[in-house]
């Protein structure tokens, strides 16, 4: 038996129904346009762990440290998505419209919004309230 | 108000109100929502020939269990339970109920005297009540009257209906596996040595632009010898592999079943594309794809 040994945090899950109950709302950071083809790009400023950051600044001024960025395009139906965060739509709304606008069943929908989401926020371009 | 639905899955058939949606969580137990919140859950178990002895066992224990009301007096006139719960009576060999609210019952059991399939339910109107301020008495009573409707024998043809696609299928095949994925709904059966699978891809108009329905038919048999051809019909196209002899060895040794007739149709008027694959290690039944083809359809 390990006498010091560290505690797990016990993590709670939102369950369904409250997770869809939940408010996306986009991050300041990402900036978004629409391209000529009425799909969405988003760019978003780039994670960069501290070590490369202290690394940088020994070559730049403070002022003048590197911000790279990403780019995400998405496709018709992930810009329909993004365009439907509005910071006032519950996720269950968004299913519900986005089932009726790209004519899914409701089920696929809320398969596609949820994996969207779910990717939108690893790469912290939303987040959830 | 809207009208009821019909869905069938692995052999039983029910009614359901219309802003209900049906869910598979395995492949006896649907569960039925409205506004993403779970109303009743509905598990069966199908007696099999040689074990008739599982399901009595399973009955006696749902029976046994400490909160469950004696059936008998949940038929009776002195019942709790509202008159829509006592149409299960006409129709099966009511168990249990177990305690609910509002002559709801939270959950019970039931059989059918004539397949002998066992009916465990589990009903939560409370919780969808408590977020609508909707009234628990109601729903509570359009749970009975879907279960009223629940039909599990005597059915003509072997019937899949749920989401927005109806499948029916010739006596003998058995449900082996699905998949509920986005986009990509996939159900597949057996039936003795042919192989059985129904697709449902969505939305057709993107997958459309990139390949041909072809180009899908192939990747979805994963058959490169595939033939190709024109079915005649606008909106569709069909492909086959009918191996000569020395072929068909190769392919048993591989363990491919030889022969394959496939079929894939556009529907836009819904905007998905409906295919269906038949494979066997012997010669397909001529008839036997165009006849279940002509039952595939989004309804």
Same mark, same amino acid.
């Given at each position: ?97 986005f089932s009726?606008?790209s004519g899914l069943t409701l089920q696929e929908a809320e398969l596609s919004v ?16 | ?20 949606? %049906? ?29 008739? %002895? ?49 002559? +709801? ?58 989401q927005d696609? #109806? ?13 509920f994925a986005s986009g990509l709904t996939?159900? #597949? ?11 449902r891809?969505a939305p ?7 390949? #041909? ?7 979805? +048999? ?78």
């Amino acid at each position: 038996m390990r006498l010091f040994k560290k505690k797990e945090a016990k993590q709670t899950l939102p369950t369904r129904t409250e997770a869809l109950r939940c408010i996306p709302q986009k991050a300041e950071a990402a900036n978004w346009r629409m391209t000529g083809d009425g799909d969405i790009l988003i760019e978003y400023p780039l994670a960069i762990r501290p070590f490369f950051l202290q690394l940088a600044s020994r070559f730049y001024p403070k002022e003048r440290l590197p911000e790279p960025t990403r780019k995400l395009q998405l496709d018709r139906l992930g810009s329909m998505v993004w365009q439907m965060v509005d910071g006032e739509k519950n996720v269950g709304t968004i299913v519900t419209e986005f089932s009726v606008a790209s004519g899914l069943t409701l089920q696929e929908a809320e398969l596609s919004v949820t994996a969207f989401f779910r990717q939108l926020g690893r790469r912290g371009l939303i987040f959830m309230r | 108000m809207q009208a009821d639905t019909c869905i069938a899955w692995n052999g039983i058939r029910l009614s359901i109100p219309g802003h209900w949606e %049906a869910r598979v969580a395995a492949p006896c137990h649907l569960i039925f929502e409205a506004e993403f919140q779970p109303l009743l859950q509905l598990r069966w178990y199908q007696q099999s020939g040689k074990a008739p %002895a599982e399901s009595q066992r399973l009955a006696a224990a749902l029976a046994k269990q400490g909160d469950m009301v004696e059936p008998k007096s949940a038929g009776s006139e002195k019942s709790n339970w509202a008159a829509s719960w006592r149409q299960l009576e006409s129709k099966f060999q009511v168990l249990a109920f177990s305690a609910g609210r509002e002559k +709801t019952p939270s959950g019970g059991a039931f059989s059918c005297p004539h397949c002998h399939t066992l009916f465990h339910f589990q009903t939560f109107p409370d919780k969808i009540a408590m977020d609508t301020t909707g009234d628990i008495g109601a729903i509570g009573k359009a749970i009975a009257e879907a279960l009223a409707t629940l039909s599990c024998h005597d059915h003509d043809e072997d019937l899949y209906r749920i989401q927005d696609f #109806s499948l029916s299928l010739p006596p003998g095949f058995r449900l082996m596996d699905y998949s509920f994925a986005s986009g990509l709904t996939r159900l #597949s059966f057996a039936a003795g040595k042919l192989r059985l699978t129904a697709a449902r891809l969505a939305p057709a108009d993107e997958r459309l632009k990139r390949q #041909s329905l072809a180009e899908i038919l192939l990747a979805q +048999t994963d058959v490169a010898d595939l033939q190709i051809r024109e079915t005649g019909e606008e909106n569709s196209c069909e492909g086959f592999r009918d191996p000569a002899i020395f072929r068909r060895l190769l392919l048993r040794l591989r363990r491919d079943r030889p022969f394959v007739r496939a079929r894939i149709g556009h529907d836009p008027l819904h905007n998905r594309l409906l295919s269906l694959i038949l494979s066997g290690s012997r010669p397909l039944p001529a008839g036997l794809l165009p006849e279940i083809a002509a039952t595939y359809a989004i309804v």
